[in-house]
């Protein structure tokens, strides 16, 4: 089942140590601002809470695993403020999931795309279907990559982001984001995906929970600048949506 909700939904459940966030949007699981909202503080919260060693993040249905940010969202965009408020949605959020102390594992069952993959990179781990296929989009409609530049680059490396980035209408496979280092792992179903995440899961709950956090700080070493890198990141992209490059392109795609 998927959500209808315009604004989508997003649930947490903890079960023996292991925390599992599910959100969805009726729009290929797409981010309107009040469902990143959401996010941000259910990693927040998540963070502080004892009764959770391990975050598993997920999406609904057997379909797409993000379309990145709501595009009903981006065209209606009106000045430059609004532009960096919107863009700042993904930025707080990768943020969240870099200061969070659990560590968080991604389930990607399948398409990602802009945002999505900044969301996927920002995984500590993740594990995915072959039908996890990923696309920057970006630059084809005259905005670029910015905010999630940064999380990409770190997890897949700036030769494999110019890769994406550059060539915004081609999709990459799923095995070509393991062999960049995306995912750790590639299942042919969802339910094997499902099964070994819940492995993976069980295993890493049973951990010492304090290495885990420090392992989590090491991996996420000279990350602190983010929070003011992101954000200006934002601005950019904000400025860039007002374009009339952009609004034709915007336009055109939606009709």
């Known amino acids: 089942m998927t959500t209808t909700r315009p ?24 981010f309107p601002s009040e469902l990143l909202d959401r996010l941000i503080k259910a990693f927040d919260q998540l963070s502080n809470n004892d009764d959770a060693n391990i975050i598993i993040l997920k999406s609904e249905g057997n379909r797409a695993f993000c379309a990145g940010a709501s595009f009903d ?30 560590p968080i594992i991604g389930r990607i069952q399948g398409k990602t795309v802009g945002g999505g993959v900044g969301l996927a990179s920002a995984c500590d ?54 062999e960049k280092g995306l995912y750790s792992r590639v299942f042919e179903t969802i339910e094997e995906l499902d099964k070994e995440v819940q492995l993976f ?36 992209s904000g400025e860039l949506v007002l374009s009339e490059f952009t ?5 055109k795609f939606k009709k």
């Open 247 to 251: 609004k034709k392109a915007l336009t």
């Open 73 to 102: 969202e981006l065209i209606s965009i009106a000045n430059i403020e609004e532009g960096k408020v919107f863009f700042s949605g993904f930025a707080n959020v990768i943020n969240a999931m870099r200061r969070c102390k659990k």
């Open 125 to 178: 781990y993740c594990l995915a279907t072959e039908a996890a296929s990923i696309k920057l989009s970006e630059l084809s409609i005259g905005i670029g990559p910015f905010v999630i530049e940064p999380a990409v680059s770190r997890k897949i490396g700036l030769a494999a982001f110019e890769s994406l980035a550059w060539d915004a209408s081609q999709w990459k496979t799923a095995y070509w984001g393991k």
């Open 201 to 236: 899961a069980e295993k890493l709950s049973n951990y010492n929970p304090q290495a885990l956090q420090e392992m989590k700080k090491v991996n996420w070493k000279g990350t602190g600048h983010w929070d003011e890198l992101l954000i200006e990141r934002a601005a950019i």
């Open 7 to 30: 604004n989508g939904s997003l649930y947490t459940h903890i079960e023996n140590k292991i925390a599992t966030i599910e959100f969805g949007h009726p729009a290929s699981n797409s």
